[in-house]
């Protein structure tokens, strides 16, 4: 048996599961997690911040479907990343963050040790699906198994393993070193997919929306949707599922008045798949919660879900792509009276809409999108993200993400793109973030110095925090602490080693894209609102 201590034990069970990058920062806590990585294939990222390491995770784990992993020392470290943490569990993204903890003999003991906090596993559980510390090595393998078990079958978000330092030191030469299987995600019941056939078999207007628990699933929501000649809406972590130029498509507006009226009062079946119904994504023009008038049916991979925001007509406990190939299949008949009719009635939605677009947000967006072609755009709490979060379509999965809606964090793009662009290095990587936001986490571009991570970072420069000083005027409430100065972003990315420069059109935007693409290293591209014409995103 090779000879080995548990944290080297660890690194190899992590390789084995499929992990490949590791996003964390070393402590003196934490010295053994990092003698199994010489020698291992395992590639270590070094963040400026534990919470830019969590972002960097999750951004990787949303354009590869794997979980990102963390390596984070006792006490601060912890703290400091329960933020990215609470963004992961809001949105369902596997992160699997390892930490070290004190001694065994000394947990909860309150004397004052390096890094001590009272119960550090009581602050991480509210932002984990799972946490766990491991107080003897002989257990690794059963908790590893345990963790991946969540990311493979279950509702996805973080999970917290600490472990003691003395544990982390243990011998674990004797340990199974063989990834454990791994259960399926749970299949439907018959008796709840042959309800839903008949509930759409019989429905006269029924309307499917498709949320971030369906962005896995295959083109059986599109063949669902043609055999029922069903509208289609997808919420903002649905973007790619549906077509976005496929005639039953009616984008994700799921907030707009018009679109709200179908879901509410028209529709006579809502098929509502992986979706929490939630503020962020049906009241995003704060109208007041959904109440659908007609039978929902809900499918959700998370009981719990499946009871929350709003009451179901039938739930159904399943992975969306199970659910959605055995209705297709119970389905015998295809509807292709009307068809027409549904399909301008799409385009009159889609067309109400319109109204609400604006024009200078559309037009940089495409300016991106003409540019780069294919491309992932990681998005920060700014102006054209609230816009892309109901307008920007995707014709792909995983092409644009950000941290505007769910748990609505700031300080997010800049690490996460790093992330995406680790896990997905063949597509050009734009991190979008304003002026405001960016100063949360600017640091992380000496990551992506660093590290030779051939990121694009757009900083949207409207001088301060252009969202809450547009609530506060809406509020009658006199502007405070919203109009900040923003530094030269130019001047510090170039003090950091990355290249960058000054867009004041976007004709010159769609130049400094090209040349970004074609650099080997990071490169950032300031772009001042004031150019264009836009005002607020909606």
Not at 141 to 150: S, T, W
Not at 317 to 337: E, F, P, V, Y
Not at 346 to 371: G, H, V, W
């Amino acid at each position: 048996m090779q000879k080995q201590t548990c944290g080297e034990a660890l690194t190899r069970l992590l390789h084995a599961y499929g992990a490949d990058t590791i996003f964390g920062i070393p402590g003196v806590h934490t010295i053994e997690l990092y003698r199994g990585l010489k020698g291992s294939p395992l590639k270590h990222v070094t963040p400026r911040h534990e919470q830019g390491a969590g972002f960097m995770a999750d951004g990787y784990a949303r354009v590869t479907g794997k979980p990102g992993v963390c390596f984070i020392i006792t006490g601060p470290g912890m703290t400091n990343i329960i933020t990215a943490m609470g963004q992961a569990l809001q949105d369902s993204i596997p992160m699997l963050v390892i930490s070290s903890v004190n001694r065994t003999q000394q947990l909860a003991m309150g004397e004052g040790r390096l890094h001590e906090l009272p119960n550090q596993l009581a602050i991480t559980s509210g932002v984990s699906r799972y946490s766990h510390t491991l107080l003897s090595v002989d257990n690794l393998p059963k908790v590893l198994a345990q963790a991946f078990a969540i990311f493979s079958s279950q509702r996805p978000g973080p999970v917290h393993i600490e472990i003691p330092i003395d544990v982390l030191a243990q011998d674990a030469s004797h340990i199974d070193m063989q990834p454990w299987p791994m259960p399926q995600a749970p299949a439907p019941q018959e008796a709840g997919i042959q309800e839903a056939v008949t509930m759409l078999s019989q429905a006269k207007r029924p309307v499917m929306i498709l949320g971030g628990g369906a962005k896995n699933v295959d083109f059986v929501a599109l063949e669902l949707a043609e055999k029922l000649n069903m509208p289609v809406v997808n919420t903002c972590n649905g973007k790619g599922v549906m077509p976005p130029d496929h005639p039953l498509s009616i984008g994700s507006t799921p907030s707009h008045p018009a679109i709200r009226e179908e879901l509410e009062k028209q529709a006579d079946v809502v098929l509502a798949v992986g979706t929490e119904l939630a503020e962020t994504d049906y009241d995003f023009f704060f109208l007041g919660d959904l109440n659908i008038s007609g039978k929902l049916i809900r499918i959700d991979i998370d009981s719990a879900q499946l009871m929350r925001n709003h009451k179901p007509d039938l739930p159904i406990l399943s992975d969306a792509q199970q659910a959605l190939t055995a209705i297709n299949m119970g389905l015998a008949s295809i509807k292709t009276q009307n068809r027409d009719i549904v399909h301008s009635r799409c385009e009159t939605l889609r067309n109400s809409t319109q109204d609400m677009k604006k024009p200078a947000y559309r037009d940089f967006f495409k300016t991106i999108t003409d540019t780069l072609g294919d491309c992932v755009i990681v998005g920060d709490s700014t102006q054209p993200a609230y816009y892309a979060q109901a307008y920007y379509e995707t014709s792909n999965t995983a092409r644009y993400f950000h941290s505007t809606t769910g748990y609505g964090t700031l300080g997010y793009a800049f690490p996460a793109a790093i992330g995406a662009k680790i896990g997905s290095p063949e597509l050009a990587v734009i991190g979008l973030t304003g002026d405001g936001g960016g100063q949360f986490s600017l640091n992380e571009i000496i990551t992506a110095v660093d590290a030779n991570v051939p990121v694009i970072y757009i900083v949207w420069n409207n001088q301060g925090h252009g969202e809450i000083r547009r609530f506060m005027d809406d509020a009658n409430v006199e502007r405070n602490g919203v109009d900040i100065s923003p530094p030269d972003y130019v001047a510090l990315a170039n003090a950091m080693g990355c290249k960058a420069a000054h867009a004041t059109s976007l004709e010159e935007l769609s130049t400094l894209l090209n040349q970004a693409e074609a650099y080997d290293g990071p490169f950032l591209i300031e772009f001042n609102e004031s150019a264009l014409d836009c005002g607020y995103a909606f």
